[in-house]
T-cell receptor, first 115, second 117 residues
């Protein structure tokens, strides 16, 4: 079974530029999560989708971050304009359903460096 | 307020030593789940175990064991006879009913385990 796919693996941009990350979840998984992991910290949820609807985006900095999940499968996360503090690993995860007893499967992440 | 605390930032042991990773959590919910994930250098988080709040039985899986104590709000992870391949960052996480039962994970800061040969 294929895992969660993310691209690119690494990205370096200058501040105020824009960037986009892509995620392809495990086939059949209705729930998709984007987490931000700053160096030395645990991942923090940015946004959660159930199919193509947003379940939780309370911690998404909406003035610069946006995300979409067209057709309830792939998802993109965009940052525009980027700030230095956005340097982090962006992890995508998926699960069959979005419930507290459900195991989430994670991708390898995209490491973003903003200079 | 930090809901999941992993007080040990880094631990270094020599191969074959036993090591315990501590996790203390905070929640007002009576129904919740606790998780441990392993993050190897490749970056993805690998699921290790899930435990619900009503099941305080300790669990053993090979060299891994978990001790869940509601009285102290702790969910500690022990690796017996550690191996170099155990070197990774380990995260404890909480999923609460009060967060909407959405599967949202609240992670601790992680503990970096280095096992030296």
């Amino acid at each position: 079974e294929a895992g969660v796919a993310q691209s690119p693996r690494y990205k370096i941009i200058e501040k105020r530029q824009s960037v986009a990350f892509w995620c392809n979840p495990i086939s059949g998984h209705a729930t998709l999560y984007w987490y931000q992991q700053i160096l030395g910290q645990g991942p923090k949820l940015l946004i959660q989708f159930q199919n193509n609807g947003v379940v939780d985006d309370s911690q998404l900095p909406k003035d610069r971050f946006s995300a979409e999940r067209l057709k309830g499968v792939d998802s993109t996360l965009k940052i525009q304009p980027a700030k230095l503090e956005d340097s982090a690993v962006y992890l995508c995860a998926s699960s069959l359903v979005g419930q507290m007893n459900t195991e989430a499967f994670f991708g390898q992440g995209t490491r973003l460096t903003v200079v | 307020a930090q809901k999941v605390t992993q007080a040990q930032t880094e631990i270094s042991v020599v191969e074959k030593e036993d090591v315990t990773l501590d996790c203390v959590y905070e929640t007002r919910d009576t129904t919740y789940y606790l998780f441990w994930y392993k993050q190897p250098p490749s970056g993805e988080l690998v699921f290790l175990i899930r435990r619900n709040s009503f099941d305080e039985q300790n669990e053993i899986s090979g060299r891994y064991s978990w001790n869940f104590q509601k009285s102290t709000s702790s969910f500690n992870f022990t690796i017996t006879a550690s191996q170099v391949v155990d070197s990774a960052v380990y995260f404890c996480a909480l999923s609460e009913e009060g967060s909407g039962n959405t599967g949202k994970l609240i992670f601790g800061q992680g503990t970096t385990l280095q096992v030296k040969p």
